[in-house]
């Protein structure tokens, strides 16, 4: 008799149908994902596949810890944020716990989008001023107020002609590909302070200003040495506040660093957070000082149901703990300066690689078809990926020309797995793709 469980294909026809067409994957034959176990996945064939993309899933899929501590609660009770429970005031006080002196304050929300949405206006609220300062070639999120400081390219081609007139840009501080490279790229710093004192003058000193502590969205590019620490004493001075989006570089990911502002010896004013810190469940935060919290009572409403519900903040607290015991931030160093070492081999051998970036585990290697033009290799880096995927890799590229390669698997990754991954690039870019 025939069977009535829908083939892969079935489900992604019906998918066309039924999603919005820009909830999109990456692959034009995506394998359909039954399970994850750990950096591996595993489609409805069982085939095996190690994830080296999936900062989401932080502490590995299917986290035994995480999965318990969900499921307990689940059984218990999950409700909205209004009632009084122990989970997210335990929650509350580990994050913090993870920050500087005087982050005293926590929002939970469900994702990175509402966390910089969320930022932005506390700064607003906080200073009562409606400008923003942002880095060019980012990704804050899709809601009003973060994606009006998202100007990537690679989002929305027409993202810096749309902005509206409270978004002010600076330079992406790239140094490998940018207005200023190498040693030049101190100029970045001193470019940014004089567009915010120009601002200043002319009567729009910003609420704040805004960017990824390290360039993720560019496959984690470092920012210039004392970047940050130049532009938020510049946005200081003027009476603003320093938002860090740690989305996809903080909690542990960098290896050497528990949070990207660490690695640029800055501290923000606002921190927002997300993604990586629910292990896949939906858990944003918002970490700042009391005064400027207390602000937004006049400058603005919060309320968020689910943000840090009894299950969010359990499954939460249960990221941290295996984040901490497994000594995961310790693996991200260790595994990634090896996998890092590996790339940067593969870089003697194949003139494809312009760039190995990043550090810890959030690596970035950038292709182009010439190492001085450093023309994007585009279309090269689609077909690496999709080759990737035949041999069993799950890969993607990012940035604003989609040439880099975005590696951060799943912390729990092992030395043998991005081995696996290092030998199977090799062999793609030696036997073609
Ligand atoms: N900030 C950064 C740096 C991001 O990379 C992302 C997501 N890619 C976001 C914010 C938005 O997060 P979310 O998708 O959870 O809304």
Redesign the pocket.
Known sequence: APSTVPTADDVLARRHDVLAEVQEHYYTLPPRIERGWREYLIDVDGRVYLDMVNNVASVGHAHPHVVAAGSRQMHLLNTNSRFHYRAITDYADRIAATLPEGFDTVFFVN???EA?DLAIRLAMAATGRPDMVAMREA????TYA?DAVSTSIADNPNALSTRPDWVHTVDAANSYRGKHRGADAARYAPEAVAAIDELAASGRPPAGFIA?TYF??AGGVALPDGYLREVYAAIRRHGGLAIA?E??VGYGRLGEWFWGFEQQGAVPDIVAV??SIGGGQPV?AVITRREIADRYRSGGYFFSSTGGSPVSAVIGTAVLDVIQREGLQENARAVGSHLKERLERLAAKHPLIGAVHGSGLYLGLEFVRDRETLEPATAETAAICDRLLELGVIMQPTGDHQNVLKIKPPLVVTRASVDVFADALDRVLTTGW
């Open positions: 994702s990175g989008s910089t990704y804050h999120g899709w973060s990824e993720g969205n989006d989305v996809q997300a993604k944003g």
